[in-house]
């Protein structure tokens, strides 16, 4: 299960949409795991626990470094120390396993911090959304994540040029874990969408 839990720590930049297509191969409900019928559940670390774990020890690396060298032109000491207290707190903050719980059964999704609700939200506002970003020259490098409203973005496939094949893949997550799905254009004929508002709250958006 640890395994799991570092899923989606995805450091590689080269054919990602191939990379996850391989992982749904292996997992059709990928990132998730199928608790129940029509219950997924994923366990993740944060990969802010890696980023500051590195900030620690290349802070904590240079300093020595730094504060052992007899030439010293200018002070950079307090730079050491605010990177290292930077990576601590990061560490502190992302040590605990998190559980991202989709409950078709009950119609909502969980989200647990050392196994306690942290939060509960209707499905509706959980949904997987294909990004974009450009380069200087305007070109557009799309990722797939899973968002939601009291959630972190969850990167599944990151920065890959190729449109149609991402967007293939991001449908494909969407049905097997029966979630909206939008495109990265706000408005788009590709939207998905499995599960609406209250009529309710749709009264108080238009207000």
């Known amino acids: 299960m640890l395994r799991g839990a570092f899923a989606l720590w995805n450091l590689g930049f080269l054919h990602v949409e191939r990379s996850l297509a391989h992982r749904l191969h292996k997992n ?15 366990e993740y670390y944060k990969d802010t626990l890696w980023k500051g774990a590195l ?71 959980i949904y997987v959304r294909l990004t974009a970003q450009s380069d200087a020259s305007g070109k557009l490098f799309y990722s797939l994540i899973i968002n939601g409203y009291g959630l972190e973005v969850l990167a599944l496939a990151s920065l890959s040029d190729k449109y149609e094949p991402m967007q293939f893949l991001g449908r494909r997550i969407a049905h097997k874990l029966k ?7 706000d408005m788009s004929g590709h939207h998905v969408i499995r599960h609406w508002p209250p009529p309710e709250e749709d009264k108080e958006l238009e207000v």
């Not at 059709?28 to 994923?42: D, G, I, K, S, T």
């Not at 409950?103 to 999704?109: A, D, L, M, S, V």
């Not at 979630?179 to 254009?185: E, G, I, P, S």
């Open 179 to 185: 979630l909206n799905y939008f495109d990265y254009l």
């Open 28 to 42: 059709m409900h990928f990132p998730f795991q199928v608790r129940q019928p029509n219950v997924y559940v994923m």
């Open 55 to 125: 900030i620690f020890l290349l802070c904590v690396l240079g300093g020595v470094f730094y504060f052992k060298s007899e030439k010293i032109s200018q002070d950079y000491s307090g730079f050491f120390v605010y990177g290292i207290l930077v990576g601590f707190w990061l560490l502190l903050s992302s040590m605990h396993k998190r559980h991202l719980v989709i409950n078709h059964n009950r119609g909502c999704y969980q989200i647990y911090i050392k196994q306690r609700l942290w939060l509960e939200g209707p499905l509706h506002q």
